[in-house]
């Protein structure tokens, strides 16, 4: 909650700063103003940059993608509850060893203590680790549970890994055309001389995935021959994709936009290069969509 708190803040900095300028250009344009004006230019331009939505990886990026799903919020959440804990270990351990390196050196401390155990201490360390360990695993548990939840679907979506390429289907629409297939279509990756301006190298398909946002959506998922693994960073979701068998999981689309993912199961030779990518759009447009596909 703190968090959000602070990016909610931070998101006003590009208001708050465009506000500041024009009361400077108001005033009389001395030197002083100028170099002022000219540094609040260039921290909205870093703000306004920072927070721009990320939905693919970046050169160098350390942190997660954007969240588009809830399930990737709770992750995201999660693992700052995580890191907390993790760095009050770290620097307890770490400090611990120092004082150890320091106090017993051979130099520095001549007597030598010789003892067993210490009933208080090793009571410490034992109850200590369980009560983190407690409250680290009872919203992971929380997070397992919401992950395998799996909510009335409005739509459902069959994925089809292959060497080298994904298949998808539409399942509910089957019944609305006339050779009973619905709506199905297979999506390879664009090769890179054929890319066009502002496309992804490794991540553009010559055919999206089109989803609505705001719906509960029921994605299944299997393999044509050996095993692939679905996963789009945004939405939190991995699934293993393997041949015979059916695996399923949920998604609910919070915002609009175009989420990228990979294979991310040693496939073969070709396995770096069978991109996912989804546009997430409106109700209408979704239904526009599936008229013109079914017209067509």
Known sequence: ?????ILK???NVPLILENLIQTFNKKKKNMRNLIIKKFLIVTLLIF????ALNDAAEPWQFGFQ???TPIMEGIINFHNHIMFFLTVVGIAVMWLLGRCMVLYDEDVNLEVDNFTHSTTLEIVWTVVPSLILMVIAVPSFALLYSMDEMIDPAITLKVVG???Y???EYSDYNHTTEDGEGINFDSYMIAEEDLTNGGFRLLEVDHRVVLPVETHIRVLVTAADVLHSWAIPSFGVKVDACPGRLNQTSLFIKREGTFYGQCSEICGVNHGFMPIAIDAVSLE???TY???KLEG
């Open 1 to 5: 909650m703190v968090l959000q708190i």
């Open 9 to 11: 803040s931070w998101r």
């Open 48 to 51: 306004s940059t920072s927070f």
């Open 66 to 68: 954007d969240p588009a």
């Open 162 to 164: 292959h060497q080298w």
């Open 166 to 168: 994904w298949s998808y």
């Open 285 to 287: 447009d979704y239904a």
């Open 290 to 292: 599936l008229e013109n």
